[in-house]
Protein backbone atom coordinates (compact mmCIF):
# COMPACT_ATOMS: atom_id res chain seq x y z
CA UNK A 1 0.00 0.00 0.00
CA UNK A 2 1.00 3.35 -0.76
CA UNK A 3 0.32 6.87 0.32
CA UNK A 4 0.85 9.75 -1.38
CA UNK A 5 1.26 12.82 1.02
CA UNK A 6 0.70 16.73 0.02
CA UNK A 7 4.45 17.30 0.66
CA UNK A 8 5.34 15.20 -2.16
CA UNK A 9 6.80 11.90 0.43
CA UNK A 10 5.44 8.47 -0.56
CA UNK A 11 4.45 6.08 2.21
CA UNK A 12 5.06 2.34 1.41
CA UNK A 13 3.09 0.47 4.28
CA UNK A 14 4.06 -3.34 4.09
CA UNK A 15 2.06 -6.84 5.23
CA UNK A 16 4.99 -7.88 8.11
CA UNK A 17 7.07 -6.19 10.63
CA UNK A 18 10.47 -5.05 9.01
CA UNK A 19 13.31 -5.56 11.34
CA UNK A 20 16.34 -4.32 9.81
CA UNK A 21 17.11 -2.76 6.24
CA UNK A 22 19.81 -2.10 4.10
CA UNK A 23 20.68 -0.10 0.68
CA UNK A 24 23.67 -0.41 -1.75
CA UNK A 25 23.76 -1.28 -5.87
CA UNK A 26 23.71 -4.32 -7.29
CA UNK A 27 26.77 -6.09 -8.82
CA UNK A 28 25.27 -6.93 -11.87
CA UNK A 29 23.26 -4.34 -13.71
CA UNK A 30 21.09 -6.11 -15.03
CA UNK A 31 20.01 -7.12 -12.28
CA UNK A 32 18.60 -3.66 -11.24
CA UNK A 33 20.33 -0.23 -12.44
CA UNK A 34 18.32 1.20 -9.76
CA UNK A 35 19.76 1.45 -5.66
CA UNK A 36 18.22 -2.22 -4.14
CA UNK A 37 16.74 -1.42 -0.83
CA UNK A 38 16.66 -4.58 1.71
CA UNK A 39 13.94 -5.29 4.00
CA UNK A 40 13.52 -8.51 6.96
CA UNK A 41 11.28 -9.26 9.26
CA UNK A 42 8.06 -10.99 9.86
CA UNK A 43 5.45 -12.56 12.34
CA UNK A 44 8.42 -15.05 13.48
CA UNK A 45 6.19 -18.20 14.23
CA UNK A 46 3.98 -19.42 11.74
CA UNK A 47 1.43 -19.76 14.18
CA UNK A 48 1.46 -15.43 13.49
CA UNK A 49 0.28 -16.10 9.94
CA UNK A 50 2.97 -14.07 8.70
CA UNK A 51 5.57 -14.34 6.33
CA UNK A 52 8.87 -14.87 7.70
CA UNK A 53 11.18 -12.75 4.66
CA UNK A 54 13.99 -10.94 2.81
CA UNK A 55 12.35 -9.02 0.37
CA UNK A 56 14.39 -6.89 -2.15
CA UNK A 57 13.17 -3.43 -3.53
CA UNK A 58 14.59 -1.41 -6.40
CA UNK A 59 14.18 2.50 -5.80
CA UNK A 60 14.00 4.76 -8.80
CA UNK A 61 13.88 8.55 -9.80
CA UNK A 62 10.74 8.75 -12.53
CA UNK A 63 11.37 12.18 -14.82
CA UNK A 64 10.18 14.32 -12.63
CA UNK A 65 12.44 13.30 -9.85
CA UNK A 66 10.27 11.80 -7.58
CA UNK A 67 11.92 8.65 -5.67
CA UNK A 68 9.71 5.39 -6.18
CA UNK A 69 10.18 1.26 -5.23
CA UNK A 70 9.15 -1.44 -6.33
CA UNK A 71 9.19 -5.06 -5.70
CA UNK A 72 11.97 -7.28 -7.14
CA UNK A 73 12.20 -10.29 -4.45
CA UNK A 74 9.95 -11.58 -1.75
CA UNK A 75 12.10 -14.70 -0.65
CA UNK A 76 10.53 -16.64 2.17
CA UNK A 77 12.60 -17.79 4.65
CA UNK A 78 9.72 -20.06 6.04
CA UNK A 79 9.32 -20.06 10.24
CA UNK A 80 13.01 -18.19 11.09
CA UNK A 81 12.91 -14.80 11.68
CA UNK A 82 15.59 -12.57 10.42
CA UNK A 83 16.50 -9.88 12.21
CA UNK A 84 19.33 -8.24 11.04
CA UNK A 85 20.23 -7.44 7.26
CA UNK A 86 23.64 -5.60 5.90
CA UNK A 87 25.22 -5.64 1.68
CA UNK A 88 28.16 -5.35 0.96
CA UNK A 89 29.27 -2.08 -0.78
CA UNK A 90 30.10 -4.21 -4.03
CA UNK A 91 26.72 -5.30 -4.19
CA UNK A 92 27.69 -8.92 -3.97
CA UNK A 93 26.72 -10.49 -0.66
CA UNK A 94 23.56 -10.05 1.87
CA UNK A 95 24.48 -11.04 5.63
CA UNK A 96 21.66 -11.91 8.22
CA UNK A 97 20.75 -12.90 11.37
CA UNK A 98 18.83 -15.65 12.67
CA UNK A 99 19.12 -15.60 16.80
CA UNK A 100 22.69 -16.79 17.03
CA UNK A 101 23.06 -17.57 13.59
CA UNK A 102 24.45 -16.00 10.85
CA UNK A 103 23.65 -16.55 7.22
CA UNK A 104 25.42 -15.23 3.98
CA UNK A 105 23.43 -14.86 0.83
CA UNK A 106 24.86 -14.04 -2.67
CA UNK A 107 22.83 -12.15 -5.49
CA UNK A 108 22.64 -14.33 -8.26
CA UNK A 109 23.50 -13.59 -12.43
CA UNK A 110 20.76 -13.59 -14.63
CA UNK A 111 17.61 -11.69 -15.94
CA UNK A 112 16.02 -11.47 -12.59
CA UNK A 113 16.97 -10.46 -8.84
CA UNK A 114 18.02 -13.44 -6.73
CA UNK A 115 19.30 -14.95 -3.91
CA UNK A 116 21.44 -18.25 -2.82
CA UNK A 117 22.59 -18.83 0.81
CA UNK A 118 25.92 -19.74 0.53
CA UNK A 119 27.17 -19.93 4.47
CA UNK A 120 25.20 -20.09 7.86
CA UNK A 121 27.34 -20.74 11.11
CA UNK A 122 27.06 -20.18 14.80
CA UNK A 123 28.54 -16.53 15.77
CA UNK A 124 26.77 -15.50 18.94
CA UNK A 125 27.29 -18.10 21.62
CA UNK A 126 25.22 -16.54 24.68
CA UNK A 127 24.62 -19.61 27.08
CA UNK A 128 20.91 -18.62 27.36
CA UNK A 129 19.68 -16.45 24.40
CA UNK A 130 22.20 -16.56 21.74
CA UNK A 131 21.05 -13.03 19.62
CA UNK A 132 23.13 -11.01 17.05
CA UNK A 133 22.39 -7.45 17.30
CA UNK A 134 24.83 -5.79 14.08
CA UNK A 135 26.54 -7.31 11.30
CA UNK A 136 28.92 -4.74 9.61
CA UNK A 137 30.55 -5.75 5.94
CA UNK A 138 34.19 -3.41 5.66
CA UNK A 139 34.21 -1.03 2.49
CA UNK A 140 36.34 -3.58 0.05
CA UNK A 141 33.53 -6.70 1.50
CA UNK A 142 36.20 -8.66 2.30
CA UNK A 143 35.55 -8.94 6.18
CA UNK A 144 32.57 -9.02 8.32
CA UNK A 145 32.08 -7.98 12.21
CA UNK A 146 29.49 -9.42 13.84
CA UNK A 147 28.24 -8.36 17.59
CA UNK A 148 25.90 -10.22 19.87
CA UNK A 149 24.62 -10.64 23.58
CA UNK A 150 27.81 -12.83 24.42
CA UNK A 151 29.52 -9.48 24.67
CA UNK A 152 32.23 -10.55 21.90
CA UNK A 153 33.04 -9.26 18.54
CA UNK A 154 34.05 -10.97 15.65
CA UNK A 155 35.47 -10.60 12.72
CA UNK A 156 35.52 -12.67 9.99
CA UNK A 157 37.72 -12.66 6.59
CA UNK A 158 35.87 -13.67 3.62
CA UNK A 159 37.90 -15.05 1.17
CA UNK A 160 37.03 -15.20 -2.57
CA UNK A 161 38.94 -18.47 -4.21
CA UNK A 162 39.55 -18.74 -8.12
CA UNK A 163 37.16 -15.51 -8.15
CA UNK A 164 34.64 -18.08 -7.57
CA UNK A 165 33.51 -19.57 -4.63
CA UNK A 166 34.10 -17.72 -0.91
CA UNK A 167 35.74 -19.26 2.03
CA UNK A 168 35.21 -17.91 5.64
CA UNK A 169 38.25 -17.45 8.30
CA UNK A 170 38.05 -18.38 11.98
CA UNK A 171 36.63 -15.41 13.71
CA UNK A 172 39.07 -13.07 15.34
CA UNK A 173 37.81 -12.17 18.71
CA UNK A 174 37.85 -8.85 20.16
CA UNK A 175 37.33 -8.90 23.49
CA UNK A 176 36.61 -6.01 26.16
CA UNK A 177 32.95 -5.34 26.17
CA UNK A 178 31.14 -6.15 29.37
CA UNK A 179 27.80 -6.84 28.34
CA UNK A 180 26.20 -7.18 24.78
CA UNK A 181 27.58 -5.66 21.46
CA UNK A 182 24.88 -3.92 20.28
CA UNK A 183 26.29 -1.99 17.26
CA UNK A 184 29.91 -2.07 15.15
CA UNK A 185 30.96 0.06 12.38
CA UNK A 186 34.45 0.18 10.34
CA UNK A 187 35.89 2.95 9.01
CA UNK A 188 35.49 4.00 5.02
CA UNK A 189 39.54 3.05 4.65
CA UNK A 190 38.92 -0.03 7.05
CA UNK A 191 41.73 0.47 9.37
CA UNK A 192 39.74 1.13 12.50
CA UNK A 193 36.41 -0.87 13.74
CA UNK A 194 34.79 1.06 16.73
CA UNK A 195 32.24 -1.35 18.49
CA UNK A 196 29.57 0.09 21.22
CA UNK A 197 28.30 -1.86 23.94
CA UNK A 198 25.27 -2.27 26.66
CA UNK A 199 27.63 -1.79 29.32
CA UNK A 200 27.95 2.76 28.18
CA UNK A 201 31.27 1.94 26.17
CA UNK A 202 32.64 2.39 22.41
CA UNK A 203 36.10 0.49 21.82
Same mark, same amino acid.
Not at 95 to 102: F, L, P, R, W, Y
Given at each position: ????? /?? !??RE =?? =? *? %? #??HSMAIGKSKYPKLSESR??? %? @?? *? *???TKSGIQNSIQINGCEVDAEGTLSMKQLLNHDCGPDLISNVTMSSDGQLL???? /? !???RLYKFCRGEQVSIRQIYQWESDFHTSYPCINVLSFN? !????????????VLKVYNLNLIDNKKFAISKAVKLEGHKRAVLDAKFS #? @??????????? !?KCI
Open positions: KVLHH /KS !GV =YI =Y *G %F #PILVV %F @VG *G *GGSACSV /K !GECS !GGTKLAIGGDDN #P @VGDLLASSSRD !G
